[in-house]
């Protein structure tokens, strides 16, 4: 190099230095000192501002020239198209790196055939591990940059120029296709260096200077694409689409419109030129506004020009390669049960994009549905999996048979419902349009509307950060109307949700709608607010935010049948408890298997601690982890962890027998928590709160199960509410309700020292303040038949002599019990000189209002004188069964048949919520 020359760039080098600014490192500073060895250098700031006006100009007018093409007229399509082509397009992440591009070129190249050719639609490179730049974002902060007059962009372009020149070295090698490359792309930097520069000079940056910027990565990569493919040796042709493709915008500016009869125009004029190649690689998201000014397509352009490129050429298919297997029926992010839909509709994919599902964007699909095209969302990473194809009516009843009436369900999250109301507002034309226009003028966008049919008031969803605005705009515009009473109040309800369902087979169908609203009713999910349109594409309703993921859980699991999942939480990790867990694990699989119940266990709570697991507690060693890895037991708390789970059905089961978990049953269940427990305290306990929690059950749809409160694991308060239930009539109700004191008096007869009777009861369960003796089970009994009896208005017989009552100690209590065996002596053989025997039962007599509990005598040939070992006996004297009572017999104690018990408790919860049964 001269002495001049190597002046020269030293002068040029600190020139861009200088332009970058001095808060820019060195090592920045270097970088950027890279794109003036490949790219003519653009000199920095005038230094003056007739200088800088000069060069304003002068570059507006290149960028002009740059972005002119000359008009086509409007041409009929010719034969070159037709069903032999098929589009196929790749995003962000297929193109990612020289391996990526490598893969998608060379499956591309596989596809063309003697009779059929192929459009390949690409976007800008994304970001690899081994390269985390992503183009587009990239060029964009680079124009914000520029715009904001921070020379920094120049960093920015360094960092573009390096990814598409090392990724180009890696596909291409050491080729006369890398030399083409990296000369167009030199080319590029350099037009755009003198664009970016024109920017910081004004400081702004207008919309047509933005496109033409931003398109370049879509053209970088649809050349290396292209060069790739003739490498491979395929017949292949690069088109920029900014040749073909002419929009123009929509009234909001958030979209565009195709000019189809220009665009086909010139797609003839682009194959008169370049022949009919077998492979195109065609730019996605770019293309040209009427007055030949470079454009994009906005918001999920490159899907767009995909569809677009399908319509003009006619194709048989649409391919959209990214990175997921499809459309799921819901986020799995949310719902690990999500599946991926074989098929929809053009107008399901709408609405499920509108509502935020990874679906394309409802204008990309209008050019396919135009002309019947079916497009195919696939994962280039899994090709093995089909995809989620979108397609017509007819084309997606073939797939379903018809039988599938709800595709997908997605959500709108944190959104802001207003509500405007008032008794002035009936029968008054134009409050909608006065309400929608004072919000639409304020630039805020309606989520959802829903309005009742009494006028009285109108409710919306807007966008979390927009509701303080929208009740500024309404309280001004109803001003006069507040004050004067007409419009009583704009409210702003925050922290909202949208839900939505989706699927064109509601279409007439009963149904639906209620099966959506009980599941939501189900997982204690209230509904604030309800639209649906006369389509019945969609039903959307509006939910708290903190319900979301619960609520979308519950209606996906209620229409896919797939797993009813319930958290269990057990309070009484012990007898009962522990065996309720053993039982659990044994057949969990089983119950997953055959009857699609996923039962969870999520928190296990003792007196003194408590284990919580958000992903489930594990079955085989949870009372290590109970012991090693548990917290101080707190119920509220143990309450509030399963009601904030995201599975949507939550139960306590209280395997104990204290009052400080029953205490806790009201709370849980507002909490939207079900109950199942074997613990009388509630059922036998003071009657307000007893009360309180059978009218919650009834109001709502939580569920409070307690068949294990009588008789453990016999069906006996389902046999009295089927009773009830059916208009039978309860005249009496008897049973031998302990198992302890139904063994010693199936055992002990006059044969036996009446000494050993009483020796072998009297520390048993004979005292009424016994919670297993039994008075409590006796209340409950009655409460059912609907007397509310408090449990200390039960008579009790009390088997223990009454002056022994009042005994200090057991041991005085058992030195003096032989004082009394002449009396039970005495009672024993009388009654059976008579041929009767003994029993002690509790009794309900429902005619007279009354329960008790006595020592009472029965025929031998009567039920309750054939009782074996510790077995209870329930008779039932009804309208129905008056002359031979209804008799449930069976063990009435053990750990093994309460768990059953409470364990067919949850079971028949699971069918309430859904699983079948």
Same mark, same amino acid.
């Given at each position: 190099?001269?002495?001049?020359?190597?002046?020269?760039?030293?002068?040029?080098?600190?020139?861009?230095?200088?332009?970058?600014?001095?808060?820019?490192?060195?090592? /920045?500073?270097?970088?950027?000192?890279?794109?003036?060895? +490949?790219?003519?250098?653009?000199?920095?700031?005038?230094?003056?501002?007739?200088?800088?006006?000069?060069?304003?100009?002068?570059?507006?007018?290149?960028?002009?020239?740059?972005?002119?093409?000359?008009?086509?007229?409007?041409?009929?399509?010719?034969?070159?198209?037709?069903?032999?082509?098929?589009?196929?397009?790749?995003?962000?992440?297929?193109?990612?790196?020289?391996?990526?591009?490598?893969?998608?070129?060379?499956?591309?190249?596989?596809?063309?055939?003697?009779?059929?050719?192929?459009?390949?639609?690409?976007?800008?490179?994304?970001?690899?591990?081994?390269?985390?730049?992503?183009?587009?974002?990239?060029?964009?902060?680079?124009?914000?940059?520029?715009?904001?007059?921070?020379?920094?962009?120049?960093?920015?372009?360094?960092?573009?120029? =390096?990814?598409?020149?090392?990724?180009?070295?890696?596909?291409?090698?050491?080729?006369?296709?890398?030399?083409?490359?990296?000369?167009?792309?030199?080319?590029?930097?350099?037009?755009?260096?003198?664009?970016?520069?024109?920017?910081?000079?004004?400081?702004?940056?207008?919309?047509?200077?933005?496109?033409?910027?931003?398109?370049?990565?879509? #053209?970088?990569?649809?050349?290396?694409?292209?060069?790739?493919?003739?490498?491979?040796?395929?017949?292949?042709?690069?088109?920029?689409?900014? *040749?073909?493709?002419?929009?123009?915008?929509?009234? *909001?500016?958030?979209?565009?419109?195709?000019?189809?009869?220009?665009? @086909?125009?010139?797609?003839?004029?682009?194959?008169?030129?370049?022949?009919?190649?077998? %492979?195109?690689?065609?730019?996605?998201?770019?293309?040209?506004?009427?007055?030949?000014?470079?454009?994009?397509?906005?918001?999920?352009?490159?899907?767009?020009?995909?569809?677009?490129?399908?319509?003009?050429?006619?194709?048989?298919?649409?391919?959209?390669?990214?990175?997921? *297997?499809?459309?799921?029926?819901? *986020?799995?992010?949310?719902?690990?049960?999500?599946?991926?839909?074989?098929?929809?509709?053009?107008? =399901?994919?709408?609405?499920?994009?509108?509502?935020?599902?990874?679906?394309?964007?409802?204008?990309?699909?209008?050019?396919?549905?135009?002309?019947?095209?079916?497009?195919?969302?696939? @994962?280039?990473?899994?090709?093995?999996?089909?995809?989620?194809?979108?397609?017509?009516?007819?084309?997606?009843?073939?797939?379903?048979?018809?039988?599938?009436?709800?595709?997908?369900?997605?959500?709108?999250? @944190?959104?802001?419902?207003?509500?405007?109301?008032?008794?002035?507002?009936?029968?008054?034309?134009?409050?909608?349009?006065?309400?929608?226009?004072?919000?639409?003028?304020?630039?805020?966008?309606?989520?959802?509307?829903?309005?009742?049919?009494?006028?009285?008031?109108?409710?919306?969803?807007?966008?979390?950060?927009?509701?303080?605005?929208?009740?500024?705009?309404?309280?001004?515009?109803?001003?006069?109307?507040?004050?004067?009473?007409?419009?009583?109040?704009?409210?702003?309800?925050?922290?909202?949700?949208?839900?939505?369902?989706?699927?064109?087979?509601?279409?007439?169908?009963?149904?639906?709608?209620?099966?959506?609203?009980?599941?939501?009713?189900?997982?204690?999910?209230?509904?604030?607010?309800?639209?649906?349109?006369?389509?019945?594409?969609?039903?959307?309703? #509006?939910?708290?935010?903190?319900?979301?993921?619960?609520?979308?859980?519950?209606?996906?699991?209620?229409?896919? +049948?797939?797993?009813?999942?319930?958290?269990?939480?057990?309070?009484?990790?012990? #007898?009962?408890?522990?065996?309720?867990?053993?039982?659990?694990?044994?057949?969990?699989?089983?119950?997953?298997?055959?009857?699609?119940?996923?039962?969870?266990?999520?928190?296990?709570?003792?007196?003194?601690?408590?284990?919580?697991?958000?992903?489930?507690?594990?079955?085989?060693?949870?009372? /290590?982890?109970?012991?090693?890895?548990?917290?101080?037991?707190?119920?509220?708390?143990?309450?509030?962890? #399963?009601?904030?789970?995201?599975?949507?059905?939550?139960?306590?089961?209280?395997?104990?027998?204290?009052?400080?978990?029953?205490?806790?049953?009201?709370?849980?269940?507002? /909490?939207?928590?079900?109950?199942?427990?074997? @613990?009388?305290?509630?059922?036998?306990?003071?009657?307000?709160?007893?009360?309180?929690?059978?009218?919650?059950?009834? =109001?709502?749809?939580?569920?409070?199960?307690?068949?294990?409160?009588?008789?453990?694991?016999?069906?006996?308060?389902?046999?009295?509410?089927?009773?009830?239930?059916?208009?039978?009539?309860?005249?009496?109700?008897?049973?031998?309700?302990?198992?302890?004191?139904?063994?010693?008096?199936?055992?002990?007869?006059?044969?036996?020292?009446?000494?050993?009777?009483?020796?072998?009861?009297?520390?048993?369960?004979?005292?009424?303040?016994?919670?297993?003796?039994?008075?409590?089970?006796?209340?409950?009994?009655?409460?059912?038949?609907?007397?509310?009896?408090?449990?200390?208005?039960?008579?009790?017989?009390? %088997?223990?002599? =009454?002056?022994?009552?009042?005994?200090?100690?057991?041991?005085?209590?058992?030195?003096?019990?032989?004082?009394?065996?002449?009396?039970?002596?005495?009672?024993?053989?009388?009654?059976?000189?008579?041929?009767?025997?003994?029993?002690?039962?509790?009794?309900?007599?429902?005619?007279?209002?009354?329960?008790?509990?006595?020592?009472?005598?029965?025929?031998?040939?009567?039920?309750?004188?054939?009782?074996?070992?510790?077995?209870?006996?329930?008779?039932?004297?009804?309208?129905?069964?008056?002359? /031979?009572?209804?008799?449930?017999?069976?063990?009435?104690?053990?750990?093994?048949?309460?768990?059953?018990?409470?364990?067919?408790?949850?079971?028949?919860?699971?069918?309430?919520?859904?699983?079948?049964?």
């Amino acid at each position: 190099m001269l002495a001049s020359q190597k002046l020269a760039h030293r002068a040029g080098l600190e020139e861009r230095r200088a332009c970058i600014g001095p808060h820019v490192s060195r090592s /920045q500073q270097r970088v950027v000192g890279r794109v003036g060895k +490949l790219a003519p250098h653009v000199s920095g700031a005038p230094a003056n501002a007739i200088r800088q006006t000069s060069v304003v100009r002068k570059l507006l007018r290149v960028a002009a020239a740059a972005s002119t093409v000359s008009g086509a007229a409007a041409e009929k399509p010719t034969g070159v198209r037709g069903a032999h082509w098929q589009v196929h397009k790749f995003g962000g992440t297929c193109m990612a790196s020289a391996d990526r591009i490598r893969a998608t070129a060379e499956l591309m190249a596989s596809t063309v055939g003697p009779d059929s050719s192929t459009c390949v639609v690409v976007s800008a490179m994304g970001n690899h591990p081994t390269s985390p730049i992503k183009v587009t974002d990239l060029i964009l902060n680079m124009i914000k940059k520029a715009s904001r007059q921070d020379a920094a962009f120049l960093v920015d372009l360094a960092a573009l120029q =390096e990814k598409h020149v090392d990724t180009a070295k890696l596909l291409l090698g050491q080729s006369p296709e890398l030399t083409q490359f990296v000369s167009s792309l030199m080319d590029d930097i350099t037009n755009l260096k003198a664009m970016l520069q024109a920017m910081s000079i004004a400081g702004m940056s207008t919309d047509a200077f933005s496109d033409f910027v931003v398109g370049h990565g879509e #053209l970088w990569s649809g050349r290396l694409f292209a060069l790739c493919c003739k490498q491979l040796g395929a017949d292949v042709e690069f088109m920029d689409t900014r *040749d073909v493709l002419v929009v123009t915008p929509t009234s *909001d500016g958030a979209s565009v419109d195709l000019d189809e009869a220009v665009s @086909n125009g010139r797609m003839d004029a682009w194959f008169k030129a370049k022949g009919n190649k077998k %492979l195109i690689v065609a730019t996605g998201f770019i293309a040209r506004s009427r007055e030949g000014t470079a454009t994009t397509l906005k918001r999920n352009g490159s899907d767009f020009s995909a569809t677009i490129m399908g319509a003009l050429l006619r194709c048989r298919h649409i391919t959209i390669w990214t990175d997921v *297997d499809g459309v799921y029926s819901a *986020d799995p992010r949310k719902v690990p049960e999500a599946v991926c839909l074989p098929s929809m509709t053009y107008h =399901e994919a709408w609405e499920l994009s509108y509502f935020g599902a990874n679906v394309l964007h409802p204008r990309t699909t209008l050019p396919a549905m135009k002309y019947h095209i079916p497009i195919t969302i696939r @994962n280039f990473f899994n090709q093995s999996a089909p995809g989620t194809r979108i397609s017509d009516v007819a084309s997606d009843a073939e797939v379903y048979g018809g039988k599938n009436t709800i595709k997908g369900f997605a959500t709108i999250d @944190n959104v802001t419902l207003i509500n405007v109301e008032g008794t002035g507002m009936v029968g008054v034309p134009g409050i909608a349009s006065r309400i929608f226009s004072s919000v639409r003028d304020a630039g805020i966008n309606v989520i959802m509307i829903s309005q009742a049919s009494s006028e009285q008031s109108i409710c919306f969803a807007v966008k979390g950060t927009d509701g303080d605005a929208a009740q500024r705009v309404l309280n001004e515009r109803f001003a006069d109307s507040i004050s004067a009473g007409r419009v009583s109040a704009v409210q702003v309800i925050p922290h909202c949700c949208v839900l939505a369902a989706v699927g064109q087979g509601m279409v007439a169908r009963k149904g639906v709608a209620a099966t959506m609203m009980s599941a939501l009713a189900k997982a204690n999910v209230n509904i604030k607010a309800i639209a649906q349109g006369s389509s019945e594409y969609n039903i959307t309703v #509006l939910i708290d935010q903190v319900d979301s993921e619960r609520a979308l859980r519950a209606v996906h699991s209620r229409f896919y +049948l797939s797993d009813v999942p319930i958290g269990v939480g057990i309070v009484g990790p012990g #007898l009962i408890g522990g065996t309720l867990i053993a039982q659990l694990r044994e057949q969990r699989q089983q119950l997953k298997k055959e009857f699609g119940i996923d039962l969870r266990l999520l928190g296990v709570a003792s007196s003194g601690k408590m284990l919580l697991r958000e992903t489930g507690v594990d079955l085989d060693n949870w009372k /290590q982890d109970l012991e090693d890895k548990s917290v101080a037991c707190d119920l509220d708390k143990f309450g509030n962890f #399963l009601s904030s789970h995201y599975i949507p059905n939550r139960v306590i089961v209280d395997c104990t027998a204290s009052d400080a978990p029953a205490s806790k049953y009201m709370t849980w269940m507002q /909490q939207g928590i079900h109950v199942v427990t074997p @613990n009388k305290k509630l059922g036998s306990g003071p009657l307000d709160q007893y009360q309180a929690v059978r009218r919650m059950q009834r =109001e709502g749809y939580i569920h409070f199960f307690y068949e294990g409160t009588v008789g453990a694991g016999l069906p006996v308060i389902g046999t009295l509410k089927h009773l009830l239930e059916t208009g039978d009539k309860i005249i009496k109700i008897e049973g031998i309700l302990s198992g302890t004191l139904s063994y010693i008096f199936n055992t002990y007869h006059s044969s036996y020292c009446c000494c050993s009777f009483f020796r072998a009861s009297a520390l048993l369960l004979t005292s009424a303040a016994s919670s297993s003796s039994p008075p409590p089970q006796v209340a409950i009994l009655a409460r059912e038949c609907g007397l509310m009896l408090e449990l200390d208005s039960i008579p009790v017989q009390s %088997l223990v002599p =009454e002056p022994l009552r009042a005994v200090a100690s057991s041991a005085d209590y058992m030195a003096r019990l032989p004082e009394f065996d002449a009396d039970m002596d005495a009672k024993l053989r009388e009654a059976e000189a008579s041929g009767d025997c003994l029993r002690y039962v509790g009794v309900v007599d429902a005619q007279n209002g009354k329960g008790s509990v006595e020592l009472r005598r029965y025929p031998k040939s009567h039920p309750f004188a054939q009782l074996q070992g510790s077995d209870n006996i329930i008779s039932f004297t009804t309208a129905r069964y008056f002359k /031979q009572p209804l008799i449930v017999r069976g063990p009435g104690a053990g750990a093994d048949v309460t768990a059953a018990g409470v364990f067919s408790d949850l079971l028949r919860l699971a069918a309430y919520l859904g699983a079948p049964s």
